[in-house]
């Protein structure tokens, strides 16, 4: 308990459940952050606080579109106003639309770029704004292995997670000046809402896990991915930035 006492963060799309974005803001909040969690889904977002609020922690809800500038204008505006600052950013909201690009459209294509990548650059530009004020910070990324390795049907998927694991890099380096770190978290099969949407499947169960495909032969849970992203949070990885963590049970080795 603790780990994150008197620090702000933001987790955007933290309103499926099962989910990262939800899992990982109950699991900051529980170490002592205060969170503003952000989600299309509003009812979801403001459910996701009111858990947190009943646990006893301290949380604001908000309607986020992270594609739009003046929607990460607005988000900043609420943090400060109920906050007076932002230490944390979890870039987490995305979407999976898994077809062969034989038969990717131009309109998904571009949406999974917009939504996967374009929202995670203006999270990024929109946090080191507001870190400066506070001459410092940390800046998570949520990626994926397939920003990693070539998998089939994640042409565009992969290609948006591609560019945040390498866009957090480069920002990373521009940063460090500010004691602002930015890294990046790669998970493996997590079973979630999205991850049943993506495969069409209902149970975990039916996911392969052969251990021929993934070595310890079982799907991950969100808490997997919630506490690599405290750690990177906290105080405990002041000297990591940069990094790319992969959670994924083996899956890329």
Aim: hydrophobic share 45%.
């Amino acid at each position: 308990m603790g780990r994150l006492d008197g620090k702000v963060a933001l987790v955007t799309g933290a309103a499926s459940n099962p989910g990262l974005g939800r899992t990982t803001a109950l699991r900051l909040a529980a170490e002592g952050a205060k969170l503003a969690v952000s989600d299309i889904d509003v009812v979801g977002a403001q459910t996701c606080a009111q858990e947190i609020q009943s646990a006893g922690g301290d949380a604001i809800a908000f309607q986020q579109n992270v594609t739009s500038e003046d929607g990460w204008v607005e988000a900043m505006e609420a943090i400060s106003s109920a906050y007076g600052g932002l230490d944390i950013c979890v870039n987490n909201a995305g979407i999976a639309v898994l077809v062969p690009i034989e038969s990717m459209t131009l309109e998904e294509w571009n949406r999974q770029i917009e939504v996967n990548l374009t929202s995670v650059f203006l999270g990024c530009r929109a946090a080191i704004a507001a870190m400066k004020k506070r001459e410092g910070g940390s800046i998570i990324n949520l990626s994926s292995v397939a920003g990693i390795v070539g998998l089939q049907t994640c042409t565009a998927y992969g290609a948006a997670k591609g560019g945040v694991r390498i866009m957090s890099k480069s920002i990373a380096v521009e940063a460090a000046k500010y004691n602002i770190r930015c890294n990046s978290v790669h998970p493996g099969v997590i079973w979630t809402n999205m991850q049943a949407q993506a495969t069409g499947l209902n149970d975990p169960s039916a996911l392969e896990v052969s251990p021929a495909r993934i070595p310890l032969g079982r799907p991950g849970e969100p808490l997997d991915i919630a506490n690599c992203i405290l750690y990177l949070a906290s105080d405990e990885s002041n000297y990591v930035t940069g990094a790319e963590f992969v959670i994924d049970a083996g899956m890329t080795a």
